[in-house]
């Protein structure tokens, strides 16, 4: 046990992070993509003192380092949540952390929008000439 510490700390994450990223690059030629956490609606306090809110934007950050150091695209959900309208209560349940089915479905659509423009931008990278001709058609 690490008593109150975390799993891993902020550091330990983003080092865990950017080794997952280059291993699914590498191994397995992967499109990555690194999604930021939501914010919650309870003042859950953690065990190292600090607030679910304030642990979530340290991660956040961590992942975000971890994505720009890899040159992967970073999506923090909290931030897209908040540009699309959606306060914390449309999307988590009653725990106030924990996504609702509201939260889950925006979540997929959000999840699923951020893949097929990553398929776009690899596919344009991949295939430039082509992509030239479908627009020349268009």
């Given at each position: ?27 397995a030629g992967a499109q990555v993509i690194v999604f930021g956490n939501h914010g919650a609606r309870s003042l859950l306090i953690l065990p190292s003192g600090l607030g679910y809110d304030e642990t979530r934007a ?81």
């Amino acid at each position: 046990s690490r008593g109150v510490l975390p799993i891993s700390t902020p550091d330990e994450f983003e080092a865990h992070l950017r080794t997952m990223i280059r291993m699914c690059r590498e191994q397995a030629g992967a499109q990555v993509i690194v999604f930021g956490n939501h914010g919650a609606r309870s003042l859950l306090i953690l065990p190292s003192g600090l607030g679910y809110d304030e642990t979530r934007a340290q991660y956040s950050a961590a992942a975000q380092r971890a994505a720009k150091g890899a040159g992967v695209r970073f999506c923090d959900m909290a931030e897209v949540f908040s540009a699309a309208g959606l306060h914390v209560d449309d999307i988590v349940n009653e725990d106030g952390v924990h996504l609702s089915p509201q939260g889950l479905r925006a979540y997929a659509q959000i999840a699923a929008n951020e893949i097929m423009r990553a398929l776009r931008i690899f596919t344009n990278a991949q295939h430039p000439t082509r992509n030239m001709q479908q627009a020349e058609e268009e």
